[in-house]
């Protein structure tokens, strides 16, 4: 059994800069995804969860710097900010280590206007993760995770390995991703976007929303006052099927929420909420109610936060933790915004009602490109 | 005590694939990593013509993993027992290259699927995957500079937990200027091979055998 607590998280979404800020937006059913008008980004409207440059850079003036950095870089240097803030881990100690997980990270700066702002090499993820860990003036080599959308949670299994192990005493694991050009001219090539905010799990799904966010999550080896959530177990697996649409047996799900449980000893039935990947893309989301209900999770209470911040890429897997945490510490089940109709062929138990729910073990569910499937399981001592 | 043992390893690299540090094809004067790669693939007959629709970087870890898994090391591991941990520094910067000039303005707007779901660098586990039928533990990595300790480390963890009895460990990265694969196969079988050790020293040594 694995020995690594969740002892902070922060959210930077268009919701708010804090876990708790976003916490609270979620409960009262809001939404970050709104059309976006804004030709530099894609020629047409397209609805998207994007943070407003202004209020970032307004929340940007609390951090002490005379450096110039990039829209992605300020929203991860805001996120481990407060999220380190809110513990007594020392940043500068080789004890402490960082993990990126990101997908395309500063993509932008491949655009024609961007491309003397900054020097040539900043485009790459491991300056990136650099850059961060430099500003906090961490002494190690920071990990940098780009394993598509399945990163986030990747990344914290990463983490909770390498503490178990011993090599690291606390790891700040960050995520980020923004919605540039680049990723929703991909998205829309591809034709997996809907004309409107996305409908997770819902009859009348059509495809995702894009976000943008950054999330911090600190695990540590260490309990540390009220902070009594801590990592079971997890794993990754891979579908074998196919490079850009999920299995249509949800195998490599299923695989890995069945590591992911061994490794937790925990049994289905002692699930009491499943974070779910989510999408709103037709095949996802029936994956995942395939790989559900393999395992006989059907009664377990299941959301997606994709209605709620979109989909945020490297982000997602570590802002949907996030909240899990804070569902978990409030006892509570957040409703799947954007689903009223149950529309995958399992019956699946879809959260569509925010409600007071005593929650003890929970599961996070994450697939993407590459065939690429984790899972892993938390408990509230 | 258990543990993983390298059964065999390929360098591709300079117009060059090596097997086990041994030259096994050579083509200098192929004028592109594409050109090249296609040339190779034809030398190693692994005949799978999904190998060309893929970008280059997922050419180069696919041709490597074909060429040291045409002996087929795997029998005795159940697929969701294999795992896949790939790194690199560059990412798919290449291929972002490539997909960024196609959208760069609107009157010249013409973003293709098949080019965007390359820009991903564990795109290229998924072609193995599919390839072979593993079904274990993915992860892709980047590093400034390959990170032989971390990448040991990583899979020997995931072996002791009993999260993967045999894996493809490497090195796949490509840049405007140039290319590099190293890429290996470690699994617990004791068969009469020559041991080595699946640490970081071993690994860091195979990886400069060809410089």
């Excluded at chain 1, 030709?39 to 110039?68: C, D, G, H, V």
């Excluded at chain 1, 177990?233 to 074998?240: L, R």
């Excluded at chain 2, 020997?156 to 196969?185: H, M, P, R, T």
Aim: glycine share 6%; aromatic share 10%.
């Amino acid at each position: 059994m694995h020995m690594a607590f969740f002892v902070a998280d922060n959210i930077i979404s268009p919701l708010g800069f804090t876990t708790a800020d976003n916490f609270f937006a979620l409960a009262k059913g809001l939404t970050g995804i709104d059309i976006i008008n804004d030709t530099k980004i894609y020629p047409e409207t397209f609805p998207a969860a994007m943070i407003q440059p202004r209020s970032l850079n307004n929340a940007f003036e609390n951090i002490p710097t005379t450096t110039t950095f990039t829209h992605l870089e300020k929203m991860l240097l805001l996120s481990v900010s407060d999220a380190i803030n809110k513990t007594t881990i020392d940043i500068k100690s080789p004890k402490t280590g960082i993990i990126l997980s990101t997908t395309k990270g500063n993509i932008d700066l491949l655009a024609p206007d961007q491309q003397n702002k900054f020097e040539k090499e900043r485009v790459q993820l491991w300056r990136l993760a650099q850059v961060i860990a430099g500003y906090f003036g961490n002494p190690n080599q920071p990990i940098v995770i780009s394993n598509a959308c399945i990163s986030g949670v990747l990344a914290i299994n990463v983490a909770a390995m390498l503490i178990h192990e011993g090599k690291f005493d606390h790891i700040i694991v960050i995520g980020g991703d923004i919605v540039s050009r680049f990723v929703v001219s991909g998205f829309m090539s591809f034709m997996s976007l809907s004309p409107k905010a996305c409908k997770p799990f819902d009859k009348e799904r059509d495809g995702l929303s894009l976000g943008e966010a950054a999330s911090t999550i600190i695990l540590s080896k260490d309990k540390t006052g009220k902070n009594n959530i801590r990592y079971l177990g997890g794993a990754s697996a891979n579908d074998a099927n196919h490079i850009s649409g999920p299995s249509r047996t949800g195998e490599g799900s299923f695989i890995a929420i069945k590591k992911a449980m061994e490794e937790a000893n925990v049994t289905p039935h002692q699930i009491d909420h499943i974070s779910a990947h989510g999408t709103a893309t037709p095949y996802n989301d029936e994956m995942e109610s395939i790989a559900i209900d393999r395992h006989q999770l059907n009664k377990a209470p299941v959301n997606s936060l994709k209605g709620s911040f979109g989909h945020t890429l490297g982000a997602a897997g570590l802002v949907e933790t996030a909240i899990l945490l804070e569902e978990m510490r409030n006892n509570m089940l957040l409703k799947t915004v954007g689903f009223s109709e149950l529309g995958v062929s399992r019956k699946i138990n879809v959260v569509n009602q925010t409600t007071n729910h005593e929650l003890k073990t929970c599961l996070k569910m994450a697939s993407g490109f590459g065939g690429s499937n984790a899972a892993m399981v938390i408990q509230k001592a | 005590m258990e543990q993983l043992i390298i059964k065999t390893y390929c360098h591709i690299k300079n117009n060059h694939v090596y097997i086990n540090g041994q030259p096994a094809f050579d083509y200098p004067e192929a004028n592109s990593m594409h050109d090249f790669l296609k040339k190779a693939f034809k030398h190693f007959k692994p005949g799978y013509a999904k190998f060309y629709k893929m970008d280059d970087i997922s050419k180069l870890g696919f041709l490597a993993s074909e060429v040291i898994l045409k002996d087929k090391p795997n029998q005795n591991c159940a697929p969701e027992d294999v795992g896949i941990v790939i790194s690199n520094s560059q990412s798919t910067l290449v291929t972002d290259t490539e997909f960024q000039a196609s959208i760069e303005d609107d009157d010249h707007f013409f973003p293709s699927p098949s080019v965007f779901v390359y820009t991903l660098p564990n795109i290229m586990m998924g072609e193995i995957s599919i390839r072979h039928g593993f079904r274990g533990e993915n992860a892709f990595y980047i590093f400034e500079n390959f990170n032989a300790n971390f990448v040991a480390d990583y899979i020997n963890q995931l072996f002791l937990s009993q999260k993967l009895k045999a894996c493809i460990g490497g090195w796949v990265d490509q840049s405007s200027e140039s290319y590099e694969a190293f890429i290996y196969w470690a699994d617990d079988q004791k068969d009469g091979i020559p041991a080595i050790e699946h640490s970081g020293n071993e690994i860091e040594r195979l990886y400069n055998l060809i410089r």
